[in-house]
């Protein structure tokens, strides 16, 4: 959250977040699609390697299978299913979550375009998680077994996936540090600021964003009830800091949020 031999998984279906199937085709690669979908996308320096000679560039373009759409509310692979590829998200907004002791759902991430998804599957070739679709969406499915053996050729690509991973490391810690020693106040605008951050990154406003999750799951997420994830958020429009109008929000005052954080590093 808070910044690769066989398509995985064998169905085509998937289970929205009200129980029904919904169908996920994936859409064959062509030579000529790939390289639309990688050296000509608009996020290939937020997901692929950096510096890599043509012929290295053409090697890495391989690796991409497919791509798959995923409607809204749809779930990319559950907890339990088998690991073999790695997504990169082409367009949309996924949340991560794990079932929680009581049965509810623990949302654990939210990732957006020109991220990777699936890091999770890597440990013991099945998925810990459940990856949902917060709008409708498209991957490029990246077989796992085809980044291990590229890599060993393309230093640059072995390198970028352990970027990724250590990524994560670094996400994880900074998730323990704002449930642990933050206040409510303090771990909502740390979240809005990594969102800013992240999607500038993107190309998009460092002042506005739409969220794509509902509070609820922002309060999932930050350790917080939705009572006071609305509570901060309506002690922020008071303050001057942020507008919100349902799920956009405008930020008047980005100083004001970096000083509640004290200063702490973001997600």
């Not at 995985?8 to 009200?18: E, I």
């Not at 206040?183 to 605008?189: D, G, I, K, T």
Request: proline fraction near 3%.
């Amino acid at each position: 959250m808070f910044d690769l031999a066989t398509p995985a998984p064998a169905t085509n279906q998937a289970v929205s977040s009200g129980g029904h199937r919904i169908d996920i085709k994936p859409v064959p690669m062509t030579p000529q699609t790939i390289k639309v979908a990688c050296s000509n996308c608009n996020l290939r320096e937020l997901c692929m390697p950096l510096g890599l000679t043509p012929q290295e560039l053409d090697r890495v373009e391989e690796i991409v299978a497919a791509r798959r759409k995923i409607k809204r509310g749809a779930t990319l692979f559950r907890n339990g299913d088998r690991f073999s590829s790695l997504f990169a998200i082409r367009t949309g907004f996924f949340k991560t979550s794990v079932a929680s002791e009581d049965g509810r759902d623990q949302v654990t991430g939210f990732q957006m375009a020109g991220e990777i998804i699936g890091l999770d599957g890597i440990v013991n070739e099945h998925h810990t998680c459940d990856a949902i679709a917060l709008e409708d969406a498209e991957v490029c499915v990246m077989p796992f077994d085809r980044i291990e053996e590229l890599s060993r050729e393309v230093n640059a690509l072995q390198r970028h996936v352990h970027k990724i991973m250590s990524r994560e490391i670094v996400r994880e810690n900074g998730v323990m540090l704002l449930l642990g020693s933050m206040r409510a106040e303090e771990r909502l605008a740390a979240f809005l600021l990594n969102l800013l951050q992240r999607l500038h990154a993107r190309g998009f406003s460092q002042l506005e964003l739409v969220l794509r999750m509902t509070r609820e799951e922002i309060g999932s997420y930050l350790g917080l009830k939705l009572e006071t994830v609305s509570r901060a958020f309506s002690k922020f429009v008071d303050d001057g800091i942020v507008e919100v109008k349902q799920r956009h929000v405008k930020i008047l005052d980005t100083e004001a949020l970096k000083k509640i954080v004290n200063s702490q590093q973001c997600l």
